[in-house]
């Protein structure tokens, strides 16, 4: 409705096929489409520019008051009015104040390139045709376009250097009224390229439609003859077409009733006598509707924008790619400056490690003071004589069963090594091991003494639980039963206490190696706690 308001037109319904021209349009009316910054009209656009400057207008153009005032006088005074100027056809019928909105505003769909001179004489037959049509029905936009079309391929040959010249925004304008700038999004040599297969597909339309341009004098000769005075518009034109179209709009551009499927727009709504003059310039060659034309074009148009979709997304892809290789660099740089901490770190701690292997070597006691190593195994004495048995490497096996009536049976692995460096006295520990994680778990080590000259031994432990504790008993031929003469403990020792403690080692019949403990804790009296077979696994 702001539309319509703005257009100022009397009686004229536009229908979905109606155009207005771009340049009825503030510049911020348009916004760019993002991915190829192709202008948009954006939605709440109004028309506002109706009085174009007069420089566009000229002479040969008209303005808003001009073409109301013109639709009201007869039509033959309008025709003559045009020529009077002595411009062109431009503003000289009802139908060219119609055209010539659009031909000021150089359209950029459907005007050819390169008519020049036909034009004078086109635009005459035009002229009479007006004259002969002075009831011009109101005016369809896309007429407008349409008969634009015609009109700018009726404007005289001075007027091509007009279209050719600069665009309002001083932007260049082709001979068909494109503007560079239309198809042209900034970026890459692709787009200007993408941008060029519009100019391509538009010269390729004018060049569809321009087999006709040189028959045209012949046409126009013809139109003129038919259009003498007296004649009908029927008369103008035999065929079919022309035939159905009233007689005073014949140039007046009179949107037809669509006669078809919307799928037929040429036929739908060409302004018949636009549409049929070009019709009949191409009677033999492809002939070609301007909605046709224009149909295609945009057809055209959305192809190669897609292209130009297609050119940004590669351009954008293209960027990130570029923007990750930054990335990447980027993290390499940051990994060599790591490595390079890294190595020097090793190289301090190496230097450290020598720092502290030359100070361990000067604090430990000088090679020289040790005994000889003698490669004899030291002599053992007589006084452990009683309980060489014991003595060697030993292994589970099977594994330990351990009891307690407060713990889950359980089992265990245990190393048992028992040794004498020729003293009068056995050297020994007990390593256990979880069977299954083999994580390290109760371990003891200590002495076994004898009393010389008896079977009296005595048994000293630390255990890793904090417990120290002296057992003594006898050896008796291979077996030994010690009990617990004294337990001590840490302070914070693990309750409950172990308050007595027996064990009983015996060499079985087997060779192997037995041991059996018993305990009475703080909470329960002496019961077996543990029992294992070791095998002996060096001498
Ligand atoms: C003579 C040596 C040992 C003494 C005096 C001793 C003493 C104890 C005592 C007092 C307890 C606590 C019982 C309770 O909570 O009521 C205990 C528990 C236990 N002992 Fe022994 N034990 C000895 C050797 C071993 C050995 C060689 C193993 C082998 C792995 C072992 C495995 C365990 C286990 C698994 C428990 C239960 C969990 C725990 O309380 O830590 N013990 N022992």
């Not at 739908?268 to 046709?292: G, Y």
């Not at 589970?396 to 089992?411: H, K, V, W």
């Not at 909470?523 to 294992?532: E, G, R, S």
């Amino acid at each position: 409705m702001q539309w319509l308001k703005a257009v100022q037109r009397d009686n004229w319904t536009p229908t979905k096929y109606s155009f207005l021209c771009s340049e009825h349009f503030t510049k911020d009316s348009f916004s760019k489409r993002l991915e190829d910054q192709h202008r948009l009209l954006k939605p709440t656009a109004v028309p506002s520019i109706f009085h174009l400057p007069e420089k566009k207008r000229g002479a040969g153009s008209h303005s808003r008051t001009r073409r109301r005032g013109t639709r009201k006088a007869s039509g033959g005074l309008r025709g003559r009015s045009s020529e009077t100027d002595g411009k062109g056809a431009a503003g000289s019928s009802s139908s060219e104040n119609l055209t010539a909105k659009p031909e000021s505003c150089k359209p950029k769909r459907a005007t050819p390139k390169g008519e020049t001179a036909p034009r004078a004489t086109h635009k005459a037959a035009l002229q009479e045709r007006a004259q002969r049509s002075p009831q011009g029905p109101p005016g369809d936009a896309l007429a407008a376009a349409a008969s634009g079309s015609r009109a700018v391929a009726s404007t005289p040959a001075g007027d091509a250097g007009r279209e050719s010249g600069g665009a309002p925004d001083g932007g260049l304008v082709d001979k068909s009224g494109i503007s560079k700038d239309d198809f042209s999004p900034p970026g890459s040599g692709a787009c200007r390229f993408i941008g060029s297969l519009h100019s391509y597909s538009f010269s390729s339309r004018h060049t569809r439609e321009r087999p006709s341009v040189p028959r045209e004098p012949v046409d126009r000769k013809r139109l003129k003859r038919d259009v003498e005075p007296g004649c009908s518009g029927t008369s103008l034109r035999p065929d079919k077409g022309l035939a159905q179209s009233p007689p005073t709009s014949s140039l007046t551009a009179t949107p037809q009733k669509p006669s078809q499927s919307p799928s037929a727009p040429p036929t739908d709504v060409t302004p018949k006598p636009a549409a049929e003059a070009v019709q009949s310039e191409h009677s033999d060659a492809s002939p070609m509707s301007i909605n046709e034309v224009i149909l295609s074009a945009s057809g055209a148009c959305r192809l190669i924008d897609s292209l130009h979709s297609y050119c940004s997304s590669s351009r954008q892809s293209r960027s990130q790619v570029c923007c990750l290789r930054g990335q990447v660099e980027k993290k390499k740089g940051e990994l060599r400056s790591l490595r390079q901490r890294v190595s020097r770190s090793d190289g301090q701690v190496r230097k450290l490690q020598e720092k502290l292997d030359e100070l361990q070597r000067g604090s430990a006691p000088r090679a020289s003071s040790l005994p000889a190593p003698s490669r004899e195994p030291p002599k053992m004495s007589p006084v452990v004589e009683p309980l060489s048995w014991m003595l060697g490497t030993w292994l589970s096996d099977p594994p330990g069963a351990g009891t307690f009536p407060t713990l889950q049976p359980f089992q265990y692995l245990e190393e048992v090594h028992i040794s004498h460096v020729g003293q009068p006295v056995l050297n020994f520990s007990f390593n256990a091991f979880h069977p299954d994680t083999r994580k390290p778990m109760h371990r003891e080590c200590g002495f076994i003494r004898l009393e010389p000259d008896t079977n009296k031994v005595a048994f000293v432990s630390a255990q890793n639980t904090g417990i120290v504790e002296v057992e003594e008993g006898e050896v008796n031929g291979q077996e030994l039963c010690i009990a617990s003469h004294s337990i001590a403990r840490i302070s914070f020792a693990k309750e409950p206490h172990v308050e007595q403690i027996t064990r009983k080692f015996r060499l079985n019949s087997e060779g192997k190696l037995e041991q059996t403990v018993s305990m009475a804790t703080t909470t329960q009296p002496m019961t077996q706690h543990l029992h294992i077979t070791y095998k002996k696994v060096t001498p």
